[in-house]
């Protein structure tokens, strides 16, 4: 049968046939606008399948991402959800796993994709950072990734140095990918009405970094924005061995001033503290 690209109704109709609503508890915003999804899986499609599809809803993006015969595992916690996805999606290449996201394990992932795949949602409000923080540590296996959330939280993932927007997944994205803003989501895309826009952004990890390498960015970073309005001498260390002193003494090694603040600091200063800090 041919695969169903998008959804022949609006998702209000959709839901009140199935006898559901969207349950705000899992952050459901359903996605009607279908030059919005054509965009979306047209950046995800510049990467190689399989897919992993985070959210998948009603289908709004899943069916025009398979309708190449791409294979597409598509994770939807919600139970209602999930069982229209498998009779909709019956006798095509999508597959769908009822479960959080977040509660699959890794072994799980690499199962599933032996040899790597492509990430894509459009990502609950609830999980986002959560959801962000999860692919980064999937970053082997899924070492590019297409996202939607909401737009605040894209400025942050993106921003640079010396603004309020800047943080530790700023950090982590800085060091470990190339993250940008592809495109703004009016919030009249989605039903139920979200009170915030969305964005777009794409995700390429790169670089091959030892684990525990990357674990002393976590610590350092962590440690950096614990008081971000208090300089950077003035962080809680009580990892570190030497304490203060000995903290001052990384920054300087990395060219980090210990009377500047955290959000002055760039990814690749703290990539240098963190090889200070590991002894690498």
């Not at 459901?28 to 992993?52: C, G, M, S, T, W």
């Not at 603004?163 to 994205?173: D, N, R």
């Not at 794409?202 to 684990?211: H, I, K, L, Q, T």
Request: net charge positive.
């Amino acid at each position: 049968m041919p695969l169903p690209d998008s959804p022949a109704e609006h998702p209000k109709k959709t839901l009140a046939a199935l006898g559901l609503s969207p349950r705000k508890s899992f952050g459901q915003n359903f996605l009607h606008d279908a030059n919005v999804a054509r965009k979306i899986v047209a950046l995800a499609r510049e990467f190689p399948a399989p897919y992993l599809e985070i959210g998948p809803g009603l289908g709004a993006l899943t069916g025009p991402l398979a309708a190449d015969g791409a294979k597409v595992v598509a994770v939807e916690v919600d139970h209602g959800l999930a069982a229209h996805l498998r009779v909709r999606f019956a006798g095509t290449p999508v597959e769908v796993v009822e479960s959080d996201f977040l509660a699959v394990s890794p072994e799980e992932w690499m199962r599933r994709f032996p040899s790597g795949g492509t990430a894509i949602g459009n990502l609950p409000y609830s999980i986002s950072s959560s959801a962000v923080l999860r692919l980064i540590e999937l970053r082997d296996r899924f070492p590019r990734a297409v996202l939607m959330l909401q737009r605040e939280v894209v400025d942050r993932l993106c921003a640079g140095p010396g603004g309020k927007e800047y943080g530790i997944l700023s950090v982590y994205l800085g060091v470990l990918a190339e993250a940008r803003m592809e495109f703004a989501v009016r919030r009249t895309c989605f039903h139920p009405l979200p009170d915030v826009d969305s964005a777009v952004m794409s995700v390429r990890f790169a670089g091959d970094y030892p684990e525990a390498l990357v674990e002393s960015l976590r610590t350092a970073v962590r440690a950096a924005f614990a008081h971000r309005r208090k300089t950077l001498r003035n962080a809680p260390v009580p990892f570190l061995p030497g304490g203060s002193a000995r903290w001052c003494e990384l920054l300087r090694s990395a060219g980090i001033d210990p009377s500047g603040r955290a959000e002055e600091v760039p990814p690749d200063a703290y990539l240098a503290l963190a090889r200070s800090l590991s002894g690498k």
